[in-house]
């Protein structure tokens, strides 16, 4: 049994307080696994958010190769908590370094101005990081292996998050001159009126794209549902659930430059019941 400070708990219920909520529907034994799973993406994720320069997210990243790197060389962990919580979760859980190597590399593409050429770049950057990040949690919660059913699952509400995420970073991104949107999608925007904080038409429709994304990767993920054999399994990735709604939301606020609040606790709550009772997204 892994075993977690009530305070690395109470951290993750601050950080991704939706994937942390799926948790309470886990297994007993895989909710500590999850939880540090949970916190080691969160820590990864922000590396280039609580940083002034790229070079100092580069460092980051590669903080967590070098942890990773002492968990799987069998080599003291370095004394961090969170570093700690994950060398246990994957010790106990046997799980692979591919899918850790890969969530960390797919966030490199953050440093990049200008990160993704195409829709299809972006959508595989999706699937190299929170798909990665889906498919380790899957096998935290018992899945014994990642059939071809549950890597299409993983990939598409990996797709469904990472793209929801990266509308909600939309401040963020442009306030550092940065554009996520494919090269390919950017031919008729004022991008030095998008880096101002000034919403248009031609914003609004090529954003409106991405959330239909997050539409059509729910579609393709819940067909996969359908032949994936999930078991005690699936409130893994059920927090996935919650982004159609967050994206639905985004579109009806008509300014992307506003924060999008949470959805109230309640509802979370009962889209999460729902999601996990039908095993759909």
Not at 23 to 51: C, D, K, N, W, Y
Not at 95 to 109: A, H, M, N, Q, T
Not at 151 to 169: C, E, F, K, S
Not at 255 to 281: G, H, I, M, S, T
């Amino acid at each position: 049994m892994i075993n977690l400070s009530p305070d690395l708990i109470e951290q993750a219920a601050q950080v991704a307080p939706d994937q942390t909520l799926a948790t309470s529907f886990l297994a007993p034994q895989a909710r500590p696994g999850m939880i540090s799973l949970i916190l080691f993406g969160h820590e990864v994720a922000r590396a280039r958010a609580v940083v002034s320069e790229p070079m100092l997210a580069a460092i980051r990243l590669q903080w967590w190769r070098e942890a990773l790197d002492e968990i799987y060389g069998s080599r003291p962990v370095r004394a961090q908590p969170i570093a700690q919580g994950l060398a246990a979760t994957i010790h106990h859980h046997s799980l692979p370094r591919v899918w850790f190597d890969s969530f960390i590399d797919g966030f490199d593409v953050e440093q990049d101005p200008s990160p993704f050429a195409t829709w299809d770049q972006l959508l595989d950057h999706a699937d190299q990081t929170c798909g990665a990040f889906n498919r380790l949690a899957l096998l935290i919660a018992g899945a014994p292996a990642i059939s071809t059913p549950l890597d299409a699952v993983a990939r598409q509400t990996g797709i469904m998050w990472r793209v929801w995420d990266l509308l909600a970073q939309w401040p963020r991104w442009t306030a550092r001159r940065q554009l996520w949107l494919p090269t390919e999608a950017q031919s008729d925007l004022d991008v030095e009126a998008v880096f101002a904080g000034k919403p248009s038409p031609a914003l609004a429709l090529v954003l409106e794209q991405a959330c239909q994304l997050v539409l059509a990767a729910r579609r393709a993920a819940n067909q996969a549902c359908a032949q994936a054999d999930f078991d005690q399994a699936f409130p893994a990735i059920a927090f996935a659930a919650l982004a159609g709604p967050y994206a639905r939301r985004f579109t009806r606020l008509g300014d992307p430059f506003r924060q999008v609040a949470n959805l109230p606790l309640l509802e979370r709550q009962l889209r999460l019941v729902w999601a996990v009772a039908r095993q759909r997204v």
